[in-house]
C-alpha cells in the first residue's frame, strides 16, 4: 500500500513539474486555417484578409503578380496601413512581376528585395499583430487556381508579432536588403 502511495505522489510530482516545465500560452491558443490551392482558392482568402488590416500589412513572397494581391494591397493603403513588401531581386526582372511592383510603387507602397538572388523564398503575411499566413503559395494566378499549394492562416498574437520581428528584422537589414529600383 505504501508503495503504491508513493508511487502516485511520485507521479503526481512529475505531472506538476512538467505543467511548471512547458510555457502555457504562446502557440497553444493559437488557431490554424488551412487552404489548399486549388480547391480552397487560397490566394482569394487572402486578399480577403487584406481587407481587414487596420495598421499594417507586411507581405514577403517569392513572387507577386496577382492583380487581386495588387488591388487589395493598393486598397489597404489608401485605408492607412502601412504596407510594406519584400520580394526577390531577380524575380523583378519578369515582366509580370514588374507590372505589380510598379502598381505597388505609384501607390507608395515600399519595396526592399534581396541581395542575394534565388535565395528569397519565404511566403508570409502579417497582419497587426494577430493574424499570419505562411506556406507554399505565391502571389500569383496559378498559386491560387492551378497549383498545388498550401496556405495556413495563423490567428495567435505571439506568434504574429514574432513574425512581425522577423519582418521587420529583414526590411532593416541593409547588408541583404536593399530598396527596390524602379527604374
Known sequence: MNAVLAHSIVRSLCFVVLMLAVPVGAGWSATVEVYYSPDDAPLD???????????YLYVAVYVLTSPRAVEAMVAA?????????????????????RTALHALDLAGIPIVVNKHDRLMHLKQVVIDDELNASGSMNHTTSGNRYNDERLDVITDHAITVKAREKFLAMWDDHNRYQAWDAH
Not at 493603403?77 to 512581376?97: A, H, P, S
Open 45 to 55: 482568402r487572402l486578399a480577403t484578409l487584406y481587407g481587414h488590416a487596420h495598421r
Open 77 to 97: 493603403k489608401k485605408r492607412g496601413v502601412d504596407v510594406r513588401l519584400i520580394t526577390d531581386r531577380q524575380r523583378t526582372e519578369d515582366v509580370k512581376q
